[in-house]
T-cell receptor, first 114, second 109 residues
């Protein structure tokens, strides 16, 4: 198995532009998570899907952020418009049915907004 | 909400034993997990405890006391490659992991 696949690995964009991050979870996993990591705030949960349905989006910073999971093998996190404070590493993770003690993380997308 | 506390940095020498503590405050506690993250890498799962006691996985062990809201990760026979950040994480009734701020472990020769 290739693991959780995220794209792009690096993204540099100008303030105000739309950014879309992509994630392919491990086949058969029915839980998907988006996390954001910064030095100041650590690893923060943004949103959690179970069976493609958003269960908890209380971590989404504001309306500029949106996430979708149209099917079991794909999810997107969109930021529109982007701001410099959105610069961070964004991780997607998935876990199998029955619990989330063990989440499998993708390699992350390093986003820089200038 | 949830809160987790762990030391920000720990330094130890090769071959030694180090313990990284984690205290938590949360509702609907299901268990405590530990993750390792090397610089520039992704968090990777090390172990978890759902019940009180010690779980051993090779050189790594993890302990949980639910009554004390406390756990620790024990790393034995430290190697240089163990230099990384270590995160404790709690699973709550929402079934999503909340991570602590991480402990940066530096192993010296």
């Amino acid at each position: 198995d290739a693991g959780v696949i995220q794209s792009p690995r690096h993204e540099v964009t100008e303030m105000g532009q739309e950014v879309t991050l992509r994630c392919k979870p491990i086949s058969g996993h029915n839980s998907l998570f988006w996390y954001r990591q910064t030095m100041m705030r650590g690893l923060e949960l943004l949103i959690y899907f179970n069976n493609n349905v958003p269960i908890d989006d209380s971590g989404m910073p504001e309306d500029r952020f949106s996430a979708k999971m149209p099917n079991a093998s794909f999810s997107t996190l969109k930021i529109q418009p982007s701001e410099p404070r959105d610069s961070a590493v964004y991780f997607c993770a998935s876990s199998p049915a029955g619990g989330t003690f063990e989440a499998f993380f993708g390699q992350g997308t390093r986003l820089t907004v200038v | 909400g949830q809160s987790l506390e762990q030391p920000s940095e720990v330094t130890a020498v090769e071959g030694a034993i180090v313990q990284i503590n984690c205290t938590y405050q949360t509702s609907g506690f299901y268990g405590l997990s530990w993750y390792q993250q090397h610089d520039g890498g992704a968090p990777t799962f090390l172990s978890y405890n759902a019940l009180d006691g010690l779980e051993e996985t090779g050189r790594f062990s993890s302990f949980l006391s639910r009554s004390d809201s406390y756990g620790y990760l024990l790393l034995q026979e430290l190697q240089m490659k163990d230099s990384a950040s270590y995160f404790c994480a709690v699973r709550t009734g929402r079934r999503a992991l909340t991570f602590g701020s991480g402990t940066r472990l530096q192993v010296q020769p």
